[in-house]
C-alpha cells in the first residue's frame, strides 16, 4: 500500500515537525508520493532493496533518528534488520528490534507466545514445507500425524502460510478429503510452512498499540468484519471504531496482557493485533509489528495520532501510555470505484470526512475508501445526513448504507 494509507495524518505530524524546525524525509519502495502525499523530502528505492542499502540512504541524507511505518511484514522485516544497522551509526530508529520481529512475523511463533502470556488463540499446527516435500529428513509419517491433529481439532480448518499477511494465501479445509487434496498439491503445500488452525467464528477486531517498554498507548478497538469459515478481502466490510460496552469491558485485562507482552519482548513503536471477538472473550490471531490497516481509523476515532506519537518517540520525547479513549465514532467503507469530485465535496458538506482517496494495493486500484467521523449523539442526524445524499448521487451504495444504518440507528 502507499503512504495515501496514512491520510491526513502523516501530513498533520510532518506539519508539526516542520513548525519545530524539524525537516521529515521519506524513503518508499512502492506507489507513488507528491507535495500532498508527504510534504517532505522523497526519495524512491528499489523494491528489492537490501537491509543495509536502505540504512545506507538514509545515512546519506543526513538523518539523525529514523522511524519505521512499513508494510505488509515482510518489509517491517527489512526496516528491523535496517534499525540494527542505523543504531550501529548512531542513527537511532524507531522500529521493533530484529529478533523480536523474526518471531511476530512467523504467525506460528506469535502464536505460541500468545499461548504462553495467557492470551486466547485457535487450537491449531504447524505444517512444516520441507518435511511435507521430503527435503532433509525423510519423516513417512508426517502426513498422517498431521491427519490425525486435524482430526483432534476437528472441522472446518483454516490454513495460512507461517510468512504473509492481508490475508494472502488463506485456504478453508472443511472435511479429511479437503486436507488430503491439501496435502497431495506439493507443489502449493510443500513450497510454504503453513499453521493449520480451527476456524473461529466471530466478529473480527484489531487494536494499534504504540510505544516502548514501559509506556505503551493502547488505541481503541476497530472492528473490521466477520471471522468465519471463509476468508474474506480485507476491506470488503463496514469497518468501525465506536462503543461498545461488554467487548469494550472485556478488552481491557487483554489489553493489560498484550501490553505486558509488548514490554518483555521490547516491541518499539507500533503493533497492530488481529483478533476475534467471539462468547465475550478475544481470540488472537496475529501480533503484526508495523502499523496496521486500521491506523486511520483509530487514529480517527481517538482524536490521536499514531505517526506524531512516533516522530515523538524518535526525538526521544515522553509518550503518555494507558488506554487511549475514544473521542466518538470513526467509520471506513469502501466504494469499488472512484468517487466523483462533485459526490465527495457533497458529502464533505453533510459529515465530517477524515479522509476519501484511492486504495491502492500492488499496484492496482480497489476504489475510494472513505473515513468519516462523527460524536456520540449524532447518530441519526448523520444516517439522514448519508441517506440524503445516497438518494440524489447512489452513493455510498445501498449495501454500505444499509450497514451504516443498522450500526448508527439498530
Given amino acids: 500500500m502507499g503512504i495515501q494509507r496514512a491520510d491526513p495524518y502523516i501530513q498533520q505530524a510532518i506539519r508539526g515537525l516542520a513548525a519545530d524546525g524539524i525537516e521529515a524525509g521519506l524513503f518508499y519502495t512502492s506507489g507513488s508520493a507528491g507535495d500532498d502525499d508527504f510534504p517532505g523530502y522523497r526519495e524512491r528505492l528499489d523494491r528489492g532493496v537490501t ?115 492481508t490475508s494472502v494465501g488463506i485456504r478453508t479445509l472443511h472435511s479429511p478429503a479437503d486436507l488430503d487434496a491439501y496435502l497431495a498439491s506439493s507443489p502449493e503445500v510443500s513450497a510454504v510452512s503453513a499453521v493449520v488452525e480451527q476456524v473461529v467464528e466471530g466478529d473480527l477486531c484489531s487494536v494499534d498499540i504504540v510505544g516502548r517498554p514501559g509506556s505503551y498507548r493502547v488505541l481503541p478497538l476497530c472492528w473490521t468484519g466477520r471471522a468465519g469459515a471463509e476468508p474474506v478481502f480485507t476491506f470488503a466490510d463496514l469497518r468501525w471504531c465506536g462503543p461498545r460496552k461488554e467487548a469494550d469491558a472485556a478488552f481491557v485485562e487483554v489489553a493489560r496482557t498484550l501490553v505486558t507482552l509488548c514490554g518483555n519482548l521490547g516491541v518499539c513503536g507500533s503493533v497492530n493485533v488481529d483478533m476475534v471477538y467471539t462468547g465475550g472473550q478475544f481470540v ?127
Avoid at 317 to 335: K, N, Q, T
Fill in 284 to 410: 488472537i490471531l496475529e501480533i503484526n509489528p508495523r502499523i496496521g490497516g486500521a491506523t486511520t481509523l483509530s487514529c480517527a476515532a481517538s482524536g490521536t495520532n499514531t505517526f506524531t506519537s512516533l516522530a515523538r518517540m524518535a526525538g526521544s520525547l515522553p509518550l503518555a501510555g494507558g488506554m487511549v479513549r475514544r473521542a466518538g465514532w470513526a467509520i471506513e467503507f469502501l466504494a469499488a470505484d472512484r468517487i466523483p469530485p462533485a459526490v465527495v465535496a457533497g458529502l464533505r458538506e453533510r459529515v465530517e470526512v477524515v479522509t476519501a482517496h484511492e486504495l491502492v494495493i500492488d499496484g492496482a486500484s480497489r476504489g475510494d475508501i472513505v473515513v468519516v467521523t462523527l460524536a456520540e449523539g449524532e447518530e441519526d442526524k448523520t444516517v439522514k445526513a448519508l441517506t440524503e445524499l445516497h438518494e440524489a448521487t447512489g452513493f455510498p451504495a445501498a449495501e454500505v448504507m444499509g450497514k451504516i444504518r443498522s450500526l448508527l440507528s439498530p
Fill in 51 to 165: 537491509p543495509r542499502e536502505l540504512a545506507d540512504a538514509v545515512a546519506a541524507w543526513g538523518a539523525d533518528a529514523a522511524v519505521s511505518i512499513s508494510l505488509p511484514c515482510e518489509n517491517a522485516l527489512r526496516d528491523a534488520a535496517a534499525k540494527a544497522f542505523l543504531d550501529a551509526a548512531g542513527i537511532p530508529t524507531i522500529m521493533t528490534p530484529l529478533a523480536a520481529t523474526m518471531l511476530l512475523v512467523d504467525k506460528w511463533e506469535t502464536k505460541q507466545l500468545c499461548k504462553q502470556a495467557g492470551l486466547k488463540v485457535p487450537d491449531g499446527f504447524r505444517a512444516d514445507s520441507d518435511l511435507l516435500a521430503g527435503r532433509g529428513l525423510p519423516v513417512p509419517g508426517y502426513r498422517d500425524a498431521l491427519r490425525v491433529q486435524a482430526e483432534q481439532i476437528g472441522y472446518p480448518l483454516m490454513s495460512k502460510p507461517v510468512w504473509d499477511s
